[in-house]
């Protein structure tokens, strides 16, 4: 049973334009989101964090909205780059037993086109 | 500041046999967690070590063991493999581990085949 989800395997983009890649949560517990960013051949790095007591977070061309009712957050990155193709993971995770253990969905795959 | 560094990059290994890999995280973080990427299960979380200690573990049977030592570098070891181990293994470490809300930093990870 997944508990975090992202239905779009791959997400196709032109440079300059707007990238929304989706996630849905399952476990009403979750209180703290993480998107992270997949180069081949590297391991993720973390690209931006919300807590469930904010509906959005603002880094740079990077922003995470969350609406807790409809258990979904998405990742907008204006304006798309090609250095922006990547695999994206979305991670959940609850204070759950004192820990943050995250759980990830599967991936969305981006690519920008120049 | 070094980043992680994970050994080897790739493992070729034969169903049954065992194999260790090895973390190292960035210099003064205290905790390393191990997690398994396959394609179709995503990242999946193995266990976290803090301060030599197993503090959190996740789903996984018990042929999946690490430790931790005392300069935080930590080893994971698989024993018996099956063909269903192959995955990519990545470890991250941060400050305070997945009792907190701390930036994980991941390394490239372990490219384990069993055949």
């Known amino acids: 049973d997944q508990q975090v989800k992202q239905n779009s395997p791959s997400l196709s983009v032109q440079e300059g334009r707007i990238s929304i890649l989706n996630c849905d949560y399952t476990n009403s517990m979750f209180d703290y989101f993480l998107w992270y960013k997949k180069y081949p051949a590297e391991g993720p790095t973390f690209l931006i964090s919300i807590s469930s007591i904010k509906d959005k977070n603002e880094d740079g061309r990077f922003t995470v909205f969350l609406n807790k009712s409809a258990k979904h957050l998405s990742l907008h990155i204006v304006p798309s780059q090609p250095g922006d193709s990547a695999v994206y993971f979305c991670?959940?995770?609850?204070?759950?037993?004192?820990?943050?253990?995250?759980?990830f969905g599967r991936g969305t795959s981006l690519i920008v086109h120049p | 500041k070094a980043g992680v560094t994970q050994t080897p990059r790739y493992l070729i290994k034969t169903r049954g046999q065992q194999v260790t890999l090895s973390c190292s995280p960035i210099s003064g973080h205290r905790s390393v967690s191990w997690y398994q990427q396959t394609p179709g299960q995503g990242l999946q979380f193995l266990f976290e070590?803090?301060?030599?200690?197993?503090?959190n573990k996740g789903n996984f049977p018990g042929r999946f063991s690490g430790r931790q030592f005392s300069n935080s570098r930590s080893e994971m070891n698989v024993s018996t493999l099956e063909l269903g181990d192959s995955a990519l293994y990545l470890c991250a470490s941060s400050p305070g581990g997945i009792s907190s809300t701390d930036t994980q930093y991941f390394g490239p990870g372990t490219r384990l085949t069993v055949l």
């Open positions: 991670a959940a995770s609850g204070a759950s037993g004192g820990s943050y253990i995250p759980t």
């Open positions: 070590y803090f301060s030599e200690t197993q503090r």
